[in-house]
Structure formats: C-alpha cells, structure tokens
C-alpha cells in the first residue's frame, strides 16, 4: 500500500517569504503526483500537479520531483495571507483510476 | 467551470442508523466518482471508487454491505452509510475525474454520530 507522509505538520512564513513543503511517497512507480488546497469547511482544490522529474512552475508555484529520492516538494512565492490553508499531497498510483493516496497535510499560516 | 455539489453539507444521526449523502457533478461528465472518508486526526481515506460500465471497487475495511453506492449516469452519485455508529464520524468527500483525469472535489459532507 502506498504511502505518503508530508512535512512539516504546520508552518507559518512571513507575507512575501517563501513557503516550502514537502512529500515523500513510497512507490517510485507512482504516477501522478498532486498538491491540494483546502480551506477551513471547504473540500480539497487541485493546484498543481507533476508526472516527470524535474520541476514544474505555474505562477507563484513551483513544484519538483525527486523520483529516485521518493521527494515532491511544493514552493509559494511571496506567500499571501490569502495563501493560509491546509495542503495536501496525493499520489495517483494508476492513471487510469481515479484512486489517490493522500497526506495528512500541512497547514500554512501566513502572517501580514 | 467544473463544480462538484455535495448534499448534505453536514448531518447528524442516531447510533445504529442509516443516512445518505449525494454528490452531483456539474460543467463536466465525471467518468469516474471516487468516496473519501476523513477521521478525526486523519487524513483522507478512499472508501471506494465508482467507474462508468465497471463493477464498484471497494478499498480494504470498507463493504458494500456497510457503504451501499449508486452511480446511476455520468453526473450523479449516491452514497449510504448504513448502520452507523460513532467511528464512522468525520467527513465524506466525493471526487469526480474528467476525462482529462483531472479530480474535483465537493466540499465534503460532515457525519455526526451522536
């Protein structure tokens, strides 16, 4: 059974810092690998997602996989107030399901 | 855009009873339904997943007999949680891929076992 675990398990960063989290997964045959955000009440949103090793930029984000290390991480540029939430790492462990394996999550405060 | 409802967004229920949450999808014909539970203290669980023409796929501690789910067409799924009792609290999110395997999700419906 795949596992993901995510850390660390809570973070606060300064409005405009930088906001690094990070994943690891069990299975390097593991195919997507997808960053959630969650706010309070709300169900996860998909941010952003990688399948190669490398780095994937979209915005203020900027995620990189780290196939051999088993290693995602997610970074937010000038982080936001408005970028306070809980985020949540999923693995796909088959493309063609719809199965994801989930963290338990960062929660990102940012302070003004 | 793409919208996933849930409905209801929270209910309670006596131990030892039944109740049943919907999800719709909307904007986008959901070639597949995934059911996640999240515990207190834990992450999300799959519970199981529901794919257009294919048998229902349950994950391991969960059952057909205790999770009945009906996914009638491409937008609508329904999910029972039959006979329910204090651990099975939390919240139950519904997840629905496109055909791009993009997954939205509903924001949830919270089970209160009292």
């Known amino acids: 059974q795949e596992k993901v675990q995510q850390s660390p398990e809570s973070l606060i960063v300064p409005e405009g810092a930088m906001s690094s989290l990070n994943c690891t997964f069990s299975?390097?045959?593991?195919?997507s690998i997808w960053w959630y955000q969650q706010h309070p009440g709300k169900g996860p949103e998909a941010l952003i997602?990688?399948?190669?090793?490398g780095n994937k930029k979209e915005g203020r984000l900027t995620v990189y996989l780290n196939r051999a290390s088993l290693h995602v991480s997610l970074h937010i540029r000038d982080s936001q107030p408005s970028d306070s939430a809980v985020y949540l790492c999923?693995?796909?462990?088959?493309?063609?399901?719809?199965?994801?394996?989930f963290g338990q999550g960062t929660k990102l405060s940012i302070k003004p | 855009g793409a919208l996933v409802y849930q409905y209801p967004r929270r209910t309670i229920c006596k131990s030892g009873t039944s109740m049943r949450m919907e999800c719709q999808a909307v904007?986008?014909?959901?070639?597949?339904v995934a059911w996640y539970r999240q515990s207190p203290q834990k992450t999300f669980e799959l519970i199981a997943l529901?794919?257009?023409?294919?048998?229902?796929?349950?994950e391991q501690n969960f059952t057909q007999e205790k999770f009945p789910i009906s996914h009638p067409n491409l937008s609508f799924s329904s999910m029972t949680v039959l006979n329910a009792y204090l651990e099975d609290r939390g919240l139950y999110l519904c997840?629905?891929?496109?055909?791009?395997?993009?997954?939205?999700f509903g924001p949830g419906t919270r089970l209160t076992v009292l």
């Open positions: 999923a693995v796909s462990a088959n493309y063609n399901q719809g199965k994801l394996i």
């Open positions: 299975n390097s045959a593991s195919q």
């Open positions: 997602s990688i399948f190669s090793n």
């Open positions: 904007g986008f014909q959901a070639t597949s």
């Open positions: 529901s794919t257009v023409n294919s048998a229902i796929k349950y």
């Open positions: 997840g629905a891929r496109d055909i791009s395997y993009e997954q939205y």
